[in-house]
């Protein structure tokens, strides 16, 4: 017995050796990877707008403002969406990915990683190919916000928008999706890891912790706030109402086909610009359901997180009543009848599989650290012609589509094999 579980702990020992020195192996990767030589070259102005690139897949006029004159509603192409953490952003990436293409506009990406070496605070160099005063329609990578330089990479006109989820749920997910990621929980004791961190987060959360920005106000960090201030301070109010200044719609994932609703009619989209599929979801059986004490933890822990999230709901429903709620639930039932069209259409069983049921490697999802949770689809064999590409894109993860679309990953790409290669 004590032979056995002297070999269980120096397993856990080597395993959790291993995923450090791989977490400062890529950190460091990361850093030299951002480096680069500042020639003092003159810094241009970005332009007012930039009009789409010219090509045959632009099926329709489109501008850099919304414009309703004459019952003709011209498409707005000039977009910032900030990718929040465990928040349907990877379902709205697919979105943003298929609108560019179509409309053929120049993407703002990354360098040799599918983020903008987060979490530091984003900084324009971080974008793959960029020079001054060059002209980007859409920026949608995971970042820390930075305002002012965002500000030096996307047009003046640009429309900025976000999502954000209830901070309980959303904390829970980060809990386990990242927590092989932060140190500080590796000797949280127990089955429950969440709920005895919860029970005392103070004994084990370190605000200067590796990682441990996943673990509280999560989404306050990553609109580049000080995520570990007290909730009543009042910078707090201060930084909700600069935020709110910014963005132009903050929507939320419990009402995700409302959010887009209020984006095709801010924006002057298509319903067919926002058929979906749920991608980079858990499989239902880790997705556990916090009881109500440790939803009231949950959000007393994240409290500048719920401070933030109640202000955007109140928005969010003024937004709501002002479009109609008639109005806003016809459309709604008309999206949700055209993506159970395309279910039937595109997939195979009309249902999400798990990893190891996944035929194609080109649609395969990325997995947290030691797990196969997260679940993906198969496309249908025989799809109808006129469908095909449509379906294969709209079920293309983020990892593989932002390869599709040129993007630099090589990062992203070698974490992805050391992670395949381990055995966890």
């Not at 329709?60 to 953490?85: A, E, G, L």
């Not at 990578?141 to 002012?148: E, V």
């Not at 429903?317 to 949700?336: C, H, I, N, S």
């Amino acid at each position: 017995m004590f032979q056995t579980y002297k070999r269980q702990w120096w397993q856990l020992l080597v395993k959790h050796v291993t995923v450090g020195c791989l977490l400062i192996t890529v950190t460091l990767l990361y850093i030299f990877s951002s480096l680069q030589i500042n020639f003092n070259q003159p810094e241009l102005p970005v332009p007012h707008s930039c009009p789409p690139q010219p090509g045959q897949h632009s099926t329709q006029p489109t501008t850099n403002s919304s414009q309703h004159d004459n019952n003709i509603c011209v498409p707005k192409v000039d977009i910032m969406f900030m990718k929040t953490h465990k928040t349907a952003s990877s379902t709205f990436l697919n979105i943003m990915f298929r609108f560019g293409e179509k409309h053929k506009l120049k993407f703002a990406f990354p360098n040799s990683r599918n983020d903008f070496f987060y979490p530091s605070p984003f900084q324009r160099t971080y974008v793959q190919g960029y020079n001054s005063g060059m002209c980007f329609n859409i920026m949608c990578n995971h970042m820390r916000f930075n305002a002012p330089e965002v500000a030096k990479v996307l047009p003046r006109d640009t429309f900025y928008s976000t999502i954000l989820r209830d901070p309980a749920e959303l904390f829970e997910s980060s809990f386990h999706y990242y927590g092989h990621v932060v140190p500080l929980t590796w000797s949280i004791p127990g089955e429950d890891k969440m709920a005895e961190f919860l029970r005392d987060p103070k004994q084990y959360f370190s605000p200067g912790g590796f990682n441990s920005f996943f673990l509280k106000n999560m989404m306050f960090f990553d609109f580049g706030q000080d995520n570990t201030l007290d909730t009543d301070d009042p910078r707090v109010e201060g930084s909700i109402m600069v935020i709110a200044e910014r963005f132009h719609l903050v929507m939320l994932m419990e009402h995700f086909e409302e959010s887009l609703i209020l984006l095709k009619d801010a924006l002057c989209w298509e319903m067919d610009d926002l058929v979906f599929f749920k991608l980079n979801s858990h499989k239902e059986s880790t997705v556990s359901k916090l009881t109500p004490e440790l939803r009231a933890k949950a959000l007393q822990w994240n409290g500048i997180d719920w401070k933030l999230y109640k202000h955007f709901n109140l928005t969010f429903w003024k937004k709501v009543e002002a479009y109609g709620r008639k109005r806003m639930a016809d459309d709604v039932t008309e999206l949700r009848r055209r993506n159970a069209e395309l279910v039937e259409i595109c997939i195979e069983g009309g249902h999400s599989v798990e990893a190891g049921s996944i035929h194609e490697a080109a649609m395969q999802p990325w997995q947290p650290i030691g797990e196969k949770s997260i679940v993906g689809y198969n496309l249908k064999e025989n799809v109808d012609k006129a469908y095909e590409e449509l379906c294969r894109k709209m079920l293309t993860p983020e990892i593989q589509y932002l390869t599709d679309l040129g993007v630099n990953l090589w990062v992203t790409k070698l974490w992805g094999h050391v992670r395949n290669i381990i055995n966890w």
